[in-house]
């Protein structure tokens, strides 16, 4: 994607440097731009416990350069504990995205074949490389088969603009490039398809009105930001016509993890008979948990729920919301039962949200 004219990804090794690491910092999204530089093993756990990197296709890439990062502070004698720590740190970063784990394990698996620690070194920068660039040909391929979707509901409406609606966000800031739910959107607005997208603020850290409302404006993607509880009524005038949204970990029983707020968004899709679909690369497929129950939902700090950050014309200020002795909680996902979901769109295609259709999609090819 373009900023100021200029192509970026949100993670790459520095051309000039491959001891540093450059990722956009999305904390301070949409007002200020910055570029930040990982250097050590420590950096990309900050950066991923710290949000400066989110999505969870992307934390999992910011992982597997993390343990590159590890390798290069290493030396023969503590390289497995340096690893070994530096893997530790990671995987506790944020316990929910499933991609944090699928690719440390990958990475992990990759570092083995090497006979000693320049070859180590070597295999974890071609193996991360390598991830990034899968990661992006599969975001393309998402919005590919999501733009089935759009273009089937755009005829049906003989040329008016397909309404859809967005929660939190699964842009190209959440993957390397082109993110997942935002791909079809991306393709369908360049093929000339008209479309409007309503874009959830995404209480308390308002990914969405911070940060898909940013990509798209830089797109040119007419849109509209809305408080996260007006999704139902709008659906109930009609003034919706298909929700996609991302996910952090989706089960193989078809029930997807997201951020929270998704969960409301499903039941009133539902209730509106509006489709509800969700965006996923296969790394975002947690084949192993058996029950939602079991997906560990990432608690935050009570401070994003009680002060909001905005600018204020002339710098980035954060400011109380609540009274200052009041607590607060702050649930950062919740689960979508899959009855609840109309289809899955991977880059494989797009599947019935059961364990036979995303087995089939995945096993059998």
């Not at 051309?15 to 450059?22: G, K, Q, S, W």
């Not at 007002?31 to 999992?60: C, N, Q, T, W």
């Not at 929270?260 to 008979?273: H, M, Q, R, S, V």
């Not at 509006?274 to 029950?291: N, R």
Request: aromatic content about 6%.
């Amino acid at each position: 994607m373009k900023v100021n004219n200029k192509n970026y990804r949100t993670i790459w090794v520095n051309p000039d440097n491959p001891l540093e690491v450059m990722a956009i910092d999305q904390r301070y999204l949409p007002h200020e731009f910055y570029v930040r530089e990982l250097k050590h093993p420590d950096d990309f756990v900050h950066a991923i416990s710290d949000m400066l990197v989110r999505g969870a296709p992307l934390i999992g890439i910011t992982a597997a350069y993390g343990l590159y990062s590890a390798l290069l502070h290493a030396n023969g004698h503590n390289l497995e504990e340096k690893l070994s720590d530096a893997y530790d740190k990671l995987i506790a970063s944020r316990p929910t995205a499933s991609n944090l784990k699928w690719a440390l394990e990958i990475q992990m698996h990759a570092i083995k074949e090497g006979k000693n620690l320049g070859e180590k070194v070597k295999i974890a920068l071609e193996n991360a490389d390598r991830m990034a660039d899968e990661d992006v040909k599969a975001c393309k391929q998402i919005g590919k088969h999501g733009l089935e979707i759009i273009e089937a509901i755009s005829q049906k409406k003989n040329g008016e603009p397909v309404n859809i609606l967005t929660h939190c966000n699964a842009g190209w800031l959440a993957t390397v490039d082109y993110g997942t739910a935002t791909a079809p959107i991306y393709m369908a607005h360049d093929k000339g398809i008209p479309v409007h997208v309503w874009v959830d603020e995404t209480r308390p850290r308002n990914q969405g009105a911070g940060l898909t409302a940013w990509e798209l404006d830089r797109h040119g993607v007419p849109h509209t930001v809305i408080v996260d509880n007006a999704g139902g009524h709008l659906m109930q005038r009609g003034m919706v016509d298909l929700c996609i949204v991302g996910t952090d970990r989706t089960l193989a029983n078809g029930d997807v993890c997201n951020k929270i707020g998704t969960y409301l968004k499903a039941l009133a899709a539902f209730d509106n008979k509006v489709p509800f679909y969700v965006a996923l690369p296969s790394s975002t497929i947690d084949w192993e948990t058996k029950e939602a129950a079991d997906i560990p939902i990432e608690e935050r700090s009570e401070h994003e729920v009680k002060h909001v950050q905005g600018f204020d014309g002339n710098k980035i200020v954060s400011v109380l919301v609540t009274p200052s002795h009041s607590k607060a909680a702050n649930y950062a996902f919740d689960v979508t039962p899959a009855r609840l979901v109309t289809g899955l769109i991977t880059e494989r295609g797009i599947c019935k949200p059961d364990r036979k259709s995303l087995s089939l999609m995945f096993f059998n090819q």
